[in-house]
């Protein structure tokens, strides 16, 4: 997974430790799961090591926006007309930019990314969902609690 010049992926959603910094070029689903796993340091270690487990896999690696919302969409007379800042995109997991469509910024961003993921393919989106509901630091949503205690008592 790498940047369109093949250099490094810059992804504050997917990475969680800001747009800025750099990720890889990756060349393998696990070096992939070791850098998300990497962003969830206040969960348990078994709690990360486990959800590592449920991620899907990446490939194939698939071109990717990296910033698909509705102000980076320029529509005239009722048709695309383009898309702009691309600074973002890159060879992502083919399940990125279906699992960011769930990540609105607003009702009206909610709303084109719901109308957008339904010309999608639809992956699983749970792992990626889940993924998010656990980063959210000390102030996890109820998904997140839900799951971190699924992964804390898993064979117990």
């Not at 102000?71 to 399940?95: C, T």
């Not at 699983?124 to 205690?149: I, M, V, W």
Request: aromatic fraction near 10%; include cysteine; charged fraction near 20%.
């Amino acid at each position: 997974m790498m940047s369109v010049d093949g250099g490094p992926l810059y992804s504050g959603w997917l990475f969680l430790n800001g747009s800025e910094t750099p990720h890889g070029p990756m060349k393998s689903d696990k070096e992939m799961e070791e850098s998300l796993v990497s962003s969830l340091k206040h969960i348990p270690k078994i709690a990360s090591s486990r959800f590592s487990r449920r991620l899907p896999m990446c490939a194939p690696y698939t071109l990717t926006h990296g910033d698909l919302n509705i102000g980076n969409i320029v529509v005239k007379d009722g048709e695309l007309a383009g898309i702009l800042v691309w600074e973002y995109a890159g060879y992502f997991p083919v399940w990125w930019e279906y699992v960011a469509t769930k990540i609105g910024f607003d009702e009206d961003d909610a709303e084109w990314k719901a109308l957008l993921s339904e010309h999608l393919h639809p992956f699983d989106q749970a792992a990626g969902l889940d993924f998010y509901s656990l980063s959210k630091t000390c102030n996890l949503d109820e998904r997140g609690q839900t799951l971190l205690n699924l992964l804390i008592n898993e064979n117990k």
